[in-house]
């Protein structure tokens, strides 16, 4: 339906992560893009001032913003299950693929040049969806500590082969990230306010 991007995007609060997993708090879709898209602009900066890059952070925050919006159709498709085989991860990749090209199609049409970048990558903006990538998997690993430490063993895999695929990244502003900025999230409100 043409101009209802809008209230599909708004129905990424419907959608539940970790479906598989016993939650002690539900992590819907736009608590987790808000996430990422905060941590992709840190990811931005730290680039920019640790690193001498000079990557866009605001673009970074609206690609971490949008990243999952996809699944407003396809529904969040369990990590286990979408990466089982090259033949469903690239299956999925097409019906993905689909997806953006239809919440797109939702905008009115002289819109959509400004909505596009966001649903179907640009060569320019490579960098950029590595930072959010990135961002996703430290989203996922904050996610894995929380529900640790509200005494969730359930999550300790998720947690290390996440911390795993992070590392795997190679990418030092996530490095920095994790070094730096996630002991914090261990703390309790007392402790952060110090």
């Keep these: 339906m043409e101009n209802g991007f809008f209230a599909m995007i708004s129905r990424m609060k419907y959608i539940n992560r970790w479906a598989l997993m016993r939650n002690e708090h539900s992590e819907n879709l736009c608590e987790h893009s808000f996430e990422v898209a905060v941590i992709a602009h840190a990811l931005a900066v730290i680039g ?31 990590t286990p299950v979408k990466y ?14 689909s997806a953006c090209k239809s ?3 939702m905008l009115p ?16 903006d490579s960098e950029l969806w590595r930072l959010v990538k990135a961002a996703d998997k430290i989203s ?48 309790t409100l007392d402790e952060l306010r110090k």
């Design 48 to 78: 920019n001032k640790r690193f001498g890059k000079a990557l866009n952070g605001e673009r970074a925050a609206l690609f971490g913003l949008y990243h999952d919006a996809p699944e407003t159709l396809t529904g969040d498709m369990p």
């Design 84 to 97: 089982y085989s090259d033949e469903v991860r690239l299956a999925y990749k097409t019906v993905e693929d």
């Design 103 to 105: 919440l797109v199609s």
């Design 109 to 124: 049409e002289d819109f959509r040049d400004e909505y596009e970048p966001m649903f179907v990558p640009k060569d320019g």
């Design 140 to 187: 996922a690993l904050i996610k894995c500590l929380e529900e640790q430490k509200a005494g969730n063993s359930e999550f300790v895999n998720a947690g290390e082969v996440t911390k795993k695929s992070i590392a795997e990244l190679k990418m030092p502003e996530a490095d920095v990230f994790i070094e730096e900025f996630l002991p914090a999230y261990g703390m």
